[in-house]
């Protein structure tokens, strides 16, 4: 286990320290801010870990960071006036900068379209504009763009390079990405870090699921990026092809987009004799990963962590908007501090998590983070029989249950036009009826709504129904018309 180490409050050995670093100084994803007239680029030093009083990341470069982009920035200029705050003000002490609005989606949708196509946020010349991603859309309320300089694209690629290190990859590893290389952010940006690292990267997205299975064979990959519906569909059809997936060679699977339950984590990492790593991403560049506990480790979950010295990303309540404590869960608000391109603030990601406090994980890392496995959509709300059923409760409750690998809901009308919800659990073998009946009365204690539970054995058709290798899970289906 790698300890916090005694002088200073500085960087353990593991998270938030590598050779021939200097105390309080950042060899890699340092800020680059720009003097005003004169252009030039100037370092940042910053503390390698949070202060006391801001847990999320390094209050002495966030304020820096904040002061210069509201001078530069009509869009920082308009979060403070929205919040009725200078920018003096707004970074005055943490509880100060709690009462800046955070900066939704769709204040970015309307600020590009205003501004077509980088909104008033752009602030450096559009030539030096290096890399354009998109959201997925996947919420329904359009599609944000977000860019960077190259020498944002720089920082971030060596940020990122630096997580995937922790996880213990490396030159002499072989990654097969399927996620594709699109106008989405995860593609791209994970091809790019772990080209930083010295990996060799196999860009198999465009590939059927066959071939994609032959160049993992033939180039002996050790490391698979993926959805977990996509590793468990890989997994069929390597068990169909009579090469089960934990002959594969593959050491490491490094998966994102949905919730998980620990048996799943614990039936993939045996199904593969892989151990499973998790990243947080958003096309805002929020980002934090798994440190080399993985996704699991001893009984308990593992941590995604984010690196203070490139991001403050804060966990408050999504009511009060107070910082919750370590343990707490609440509304996950990410600020990246390495894009000069287009500085951010306070970007809320949507996301319930629960704050990992810095130092609270075993790993014995200074650097905040988040539960690994529990990530949940807060705006996510289905109306059934005229109660407001919220997925991210039922899905904490399912995902509690030992007997429960994963789950999918369907909502519909029946022949009487009757609102119907039909729940199917993939269950471990040997749990089915009694399972369902638990799993259909404790919902509708919690949520007044009855579901038709279904228990389901069979993996390897669950997995089958997976919608697209690199897509994000749709474990929720509303089939009624005009909702």
Known sequence: ?????????????????RAGDQPHQVARGCQVLRDGGRGEALPLSRASEPSAAFAF?????????????????????AQLERSGLSAEQAVANPPAWSRLRPTR????????????????????PAPEISLV???????????EVHYLSRDDLGRSSRAWARYLEEMGIGAEDVVALTFPIGMAGGGVRHWYAYVETGAKVLRVGGLSSERKLDAIRYYGATTLVATPAYVDRLAVICAESGCPPGELGIRRLVVATQSLSAEWIEETERLWGAKLFEWYGTSAGIAAFCCRLGMAADGRRGTLHWNPAVAAQEVVDPRSGDPVADGQRGELLGTPLINEAEPLFRVSTGDEVRFVAPRSCPCGSNWPG?????????DAMFKVKGINVWPAQVEATLLEDREVLDY??????????????RLEVLARPGHGDELAERVSRTLQGETGISFEVVANHDRERWSQATAGEAAKASRWVDERIGT
């Open 133 to 143: 991603v998109e959201s997925s859309g996947s919420t329904g309320k359009g599609r």
């Open 408 to 421: 999918r809901v369907r909502i519909y009308q029946d022949g009487g036009k009757r609102e119907r919800v």
């Open 1 to 17: 286990m790698v300890h916090p180490s005694e002088d200073h409050g500085h960087a353990p050995s593991g998270l938030g320290a």
């Open 105 to 124: 989606k769709h204040d970015l949708i309307a600020d590009q379209d205003g501004a077509p196509p980088y909104g008033s946020r752009r602030c450096v």
């Open 57 to 77: 990341g390094d209050w002495q470069g966030l304020t820096a960071s904040f002061v210069r982009a509201a001078r530069e920035s009509p869009f920082v200029a």
């Open 370 to 378: 988040i539960e690994s496995g529990t990530v949940r959509r807060l």
